[in-house]
């Protein structure tokens, strides 16, 4: 009997996943398309119950990539590569819980995935993305920040270049510098991302934001906007409590500020 394969636009519109985002899973080992000898993408049916699982293990359980490709490896011994994670992370996470007086499972209830997420969360200190971490730091009392990087320092008016505290990474390709400190009411970033990095999802919070691209593109979805790609140059202002995704777009890093009122990264 012939195999039955897909071409990536069937099975971008059939399970509801862009082009884009297949292509993505691919540069990262998580889908295993047949190329054609003319460079085309074909899935097998195999392919296709693997996107559903990874689109699953994203949207139901808030998982990050680095953590999608170790449920998948634990389940179907996918080589794993290297991923970033917050050294401090888990225990910090630990102490904020056991501060509210609350268990692993309410934790995971409040934040809308499994306890087994929480609990390899606590002991490893890696596999959560920066959507899941807005809202473990919303049901925690804290701020993104604070939970990825731990106490602040004491406030300082004056930030020299490339002293500002660095957030430990949050996902592949995502690194956060800190230009202010201590008790604002500002967030006050810089982001560099590397092409493909990006939310993994949409979040929204109370506040309001502005970005500001140097570098690069940086392609964002606010609801009630809708999407736009940012240039150098290029800035944003919108209510935080607008759903919002984004990611970085093209072959090049971008670079860019990000402003949060209140301080809620």
């Given at each position: 009997?012939?195999?039955?394969?897909y071409?990536?636009?069937?099975?971008s519109?059939?399970?509801?996943?862009p082009?884009?985002?297949?292509?993505?899973?691919?540069?990262?080992?998580?889908?295993h398309?047949?190329?054609?000898?003319?460079?085309?993408?074909?899935?097998?049916?195999?392919?296709?119950?693997?996107?559903?699982?990874?689109?699953?293990?994203?949207?139901?359980?808030?998982?990050?990539?680095?953590?999608?490709?170790?449920?998948?490896?634990?389940?179907?011994?996918?080589?794993?590569?290297?991923?970033?994670?917050?050294?401090?992370?888990?225990?910090?996470?630990?102490?904020?819980?056991?501060?509210?007086?609350?268990?692993?499972?309410?934790?995971?209830?409040?934040?809308?995935?499994?306890?087994?997420?929480?609990?390899?969360?606590?002991?490893?200190?890696?596999?959560?993305?920066?959507?899941?971490?807005?809202?473990?730091?919303?049901t925690?009392?804290?701020?993104?920040?604070?939970?990825?990087?731990?106490?602040?320092?004491?406030?300082h008016?004056?930030?020299?270049?490339?002293?500002?505290?660095?957030?430990?990474?949050?996902?592949?390709?995502?690194?956060?510098?800190?230009?202010?400190?201590?008790?604002?009411?500002?967030?006050?970033?810089?982001?560099?991302?590397?092409?493909?990095?990006?939310?993994?999802?949409?979040?929204?919070?109370?506040?309001?934001?502005?970005?500001?691209?140097?570098?690069?593109?940086?392609?964002?979805?606010?609801?009630?906007?809708?999407?736009?790609?940012?240039?150098?140059?290029?800035?944003?202002?919108?209510?935080?409590?607008?759903?919002?995704?984004?990611?970085?777009?093209?072959?090049?890093?971008?670079?860019?500020?990000?402003?949060?009122?209140?301080?809620?990264?």
């Open positions: 009997m012939t195999e039955t394969v071409k990536i636009s069937d099975v519109s059939t399970v509801g996943v082009p884009a985002t297949l292509r993505l899973w691919e540069q990262h080992g998580l889908v398309p047949i190329r054609t000898d003319s460079g085309y993408r074909l899935f097998r049916e195999e392919d296709v119950a693997r996107v559903r699982e990874i689109l699953r293990l994203r949207s139901v359980h808030g998982l990050n990539l680095a953590a999608i490709r170790s449920a998948l490896q634990d389940a179907e011994q996918v080589p794993e590569a290297d991923h970033a994670s917050a050294p401090g992370l888990g225990p910090l996470l630990r102490k904020l819980r056991r501060k509210r007086g609350m268990t692993i499972k309410q934790v995971a209830d409040a934040v809308g995935v499994s306890s087994s997420v929480i609990s390899t969360l606590e002991r490893t200190s890696s596999g959560v993305g920066i959507r899941l971490m807005k809202i473990l730091a919303e925690l009392g804290t701020t993104v920040t604070d939970l990825a990087a731990g106490e602040p320092p004491s406030a008016g004056v930030v020299k270049s490339g002293k500002g505290r660095v957030l430990p990474m949050l996902g592949t390709g995502i690194k956060i510098l800190e230009l202010a400190s201590g008790p604002r009411m500002l967030d006050c970033q810089e982001w560099t991302l590397q092409p493909g990095a990006g939310s993994e999802g949409f979040y929204s919070h109370e506040g309001e934001e502005f970005i500001r691209v140097l570098e690069g593109t940086f392609e964002i979805e606010v609801d009630g906007i809708g999407a736009v790609d940012l240039e150098p140059g290029d800035s944003l202002y919108f209510e935080s409590k607008r759903a919002h995704a984004w990611r970085c777009k093209g072959r090049k890093p971008c670079r860019l500020i990000w402003v949060n009122t209140p301080p809620t990264f």
